[in-house]
């Protein structure tokens, strides 16, 4: 295992709440690392609606959710964040010199003394479709990603879904595959144009075989994969050799490890105190939508105040002491050397 | 109006549905377990659900949006539709809608 990495503040989730707590802590000189599960900044505003205009953030009439996201990551470019994505925030624990170290699942550890939960709704974990038992062929049978093209050469592959992902997988996994099944509910597809009309000359030749229908069940034993049952709209039921099924559906949030850090949830929500935005926990902090107090409201411009005032107690934790001088940015050369306002 | 709701459990729900809100705002309001991750922005497809008796064929055909997102939906079926969008009137009076499962 890696050495830790200290720090000031440690940020599990890089949605906007987040991004811009990296811009308020940096105000105050105060080092921050960021953890999030997606490969890319942003949270919700990037993985669900980046081409939507939100049209509540003041200041920008019209904003997309990418071009809030990359506004952000231009106002916290000074401070130098270190961002720790595809990894998922799993396990926090208290150090005996008052710090906390969390680990994440692939073997992160950062230790700070304090940790600032800006999750939003939980972690983006690939949606699982409702088949029986599908649970027991995942890792090996079951992929939500293709890590390895090479593992599924020679494979009956069966994959699932309309958009890019199955789209782009059927066309790679096709020249490969012993036979390659592509099912989605309907006879139309969200994916690129010209990834359907790909599909569909493979179709034509033969080459990939193409049904209206959904996965019903997966035959198999000890995880290994043999067949799937399909069904079509007519409720017809029929069986496919499959050694891999593939599901494209996209993303879903799920609350994750969260719930075990003690933090005293209430229906999967942090309370905090709204001088703070501290939990029960001293020292563990919770931004944006993923917190709860009296009149809280699920809007950006939440989080962004929430982080404000957040960062201002996390400095008497990380700087025990040190006293406190609040400025302005546009007043304050001091804060406007940091920002690299005249470089 | 009124909107007959069956649960994941099987269970039929009556509820009252306000004229201009979306049939997910009122099926949330009344407590059922609808997701609807997005808060209604047609972004999520976690608010599906499948509309019976003959009622999908007097809705309004579902925007392209809608169409898209329900491709990333699990266990969609011919009477899918995304809760979120369908927006409660008189003429939907008596509406049954049945959960999609999670």
Known sequence: ?343 | MKIYATDREGKLHEIEGREGWTIMEMLRDAGLPVAAECGGACACATCQVYVEDGWYEKLNPPADMETDMLDMALAVQPNSRLSCQLVCSEELDGIKVTLAPE
Not at chain 1, 41 to 57: A, M, N, R, S
Not at chain 1, 85 to 96: C, F, S
Not at chain 1, 224 to 252: C, N, R, S, V, Y
């Open chain 1, 1 to 343: 295992m890696s050495t830790p990495i200290e720090t000031d503040v440690v940020i599990i989730g890089a949605g906007p709440a987040g991004l811009f707590a990296v811009f308020e802590l940096g105000l105050l000189d105060l080092k921050a690392h960021l953890v999030d599960i997606l490969d890319r900044p942003g949270g919700q505003c990037t993985e669900l609606y980046p081409e939507k205009p939100i049209y509540d953030i003041p200041g920008l009439p019209t904003v997309t959710g990418q071009e809030l996201v990359d506004r952000l990551l231009e106002q916290i470019k000074p401070f130098g964040a270190t961002f720790h994505h595809g990894q998922m925030a799993a396990g926090l624990t208290k150090l005996p010199d008052g710090r906390w170290k969390l680990t994440t699942d692939t073997g992160t550890e950062l230790l700070a003394p304090v940790i600032v939960i800006a999750a939003g709704a939980g972690s983006f974990v690939p949606k699982r479709p409702p088949v029986p038992g599908i649970e027991a062929f995942e890792g090996t049978s079951v992929h939500y990603a293709v890590r390895k093209m090479d593992s599924f050469a020679g494979k009956n592959i069966l994959i699932a879904g309309g958009g890019d992902s199955a789209l782009d997988w059927t066309l790679n996994l096709a020249p490969i595959a012993k036979s390659l099944t592509l099912v989605h509910h309907r006879d139309g597809f969200r994916a690129a144009a010209h990834s359907v009309n790909q599909m569909r000359e493979l179709v034509a030749a033969g080459k990939v075989n193409f049904h209206v229908a959904s996965v019903k069940g997966l035959h198999g034993e000890g995880g290994k994969l043999m067949a799937a049952t399909l069904q079509g709209h007519d409720k017809k039921e029929w069986q496919i050799d499959a050694d891999a099924f593939l599901p494209f559906f996209g993303l879903t949030i799920k609350l994750g490890p969260i719930a075990e850090f003690g933090i005293g949830l209430h229906e999967n929500l942090i309370p905090v105190d709204t001088a703070k935005f501290e939990s029960e926990q001293p020292g563990i902090f919770g931004i944006g939508d993923i917190i709860t107090y009296p009149g809280k409201l699920k809007l950006i411009l939440s989080g962004f105040h929430e982080a404000a005032l957040m960062a201002q107690a996390a400095f008497h934790i990380c700087r025990p002491g040190e006293k406190l001088r609040f400025q302005y940015t546009t007043s304050s050369s001091n804060l406007q050397k940091k920002l690299h306002v005249n470089e």
